[in-house]
């Protein structure tokens, strides 16, 4: 069973902070990244997209990869008000679907 | 460019009847997935197709769920006879190219309630 997990959270970070938000995946031949974001009541959004082992950036978020530890990670720069929502980090693989986890809550404090 | 499209919005129905929730993918997009969202459960795939054809309904809870794609602009889910467990919302997404490795497009979703 493929398995992408993250901490349900709420992660709650104050208003210009950075904000980490973490995922372990299980399955070792998986070769693209996605960082999804829901606010509540909406579909997910496509924040972010990595397929190499690094980190890439994107204004204030950068992804984070490291396929030898099936790792990857979103930190969110100068957290705001506005960056409060799910946070869903999805993984793909050989079959050609995607795996999501359950998402992570993030609140940003003013 | 128009997003992924879906319809209702929001379906409220009693248990039995039959529900129909419709998408148009993104025009050129290849690949059409349905998906359902629950709080427990999170976002589940129920099945996607590829130029219309169905690869993958492993996700598909029972024999009281079908989908189709008869052409590459739509796409239906039918949940018949309907239940309250059915209850979530269902969203579509589309992708180009290879799935899996290329980012998914949502609709806005359909807010299903069985009574």
């Known amino acids: 069973q493929k398995e992408v997990e993250q901490n349900s959270g709420p992660l709650s970070v104050p208003e210009g902070a950075i904000a980490s938000l973490n995922c372990t995946y299980s399955?070792?031949?998986?070769?693209?990244f996605f960082w999804y974001r829901q606010y509540s009541g909406k579909s997910p959004e496509l924040i972010m997209f990595?397929?190499?082992?690094g980190d890439k950036e994107d204004g204030r978020f950068t992804a984070q990869l490291n396929k030898a530890s099936q790792y990857v990670s979103l930190l969110i720069r100068d957290s705001q008000p506005s960056d409060s929502a799910t946070y869903l980090c999805?993984?793909?693989?050989?079959?050609?679907?995607?795996?999501f986890g359950k998402g992570t809550k993030l609140s940003v404090k003013p | 460019d128009a997003g992924v499209i879906q319809s209702p919005r929001h379906e409220v129905t009693e248990m039995g009847q039959e529900v129909t929730l419709r998408c148009k993918p993104i025009?050129?997009?290849?690949?059409l997935f349905w998906y359902r969202q629950t709080m427990m459960r999170g976002l589940e795939l129920l099945i996607y197709?590829?130029?219309?054809?169905?690869?993958?309904d492993s996700g598909m809870p029972e024999d009281r769920f079908s989908a189709k794609m008869p052409n590459a602009s739509f796409s239906t889910l039918k949940i018949q006879p309907s239940e309250p467990r059915d209850s979530a919302v269902y969203f579509c997404?589309?992708?180009?190219?290879?799935?899996?490795?290329?980012?998914?497009?949502f609709g806005d979703g359909t807010r299903l309630s069985i009574l």
């Open positions: 997404a589309s992708s180009p190219g290879q799935a899996g490795y290329q980012p998914q497009h």
């Open positions: 399955d070792r031949g998986s070769q693209s």
């Open positions: 990595i397929y190499s082992n």
């Open positions: 999805a993984v793909g693989g050989s079959q050609g679907n995607l795996i």
């Open positions: 025009s050129g997009h290849d690949y």
């Open positions: 197709f590829n130029n219309n054809v169905p690869i993958d």
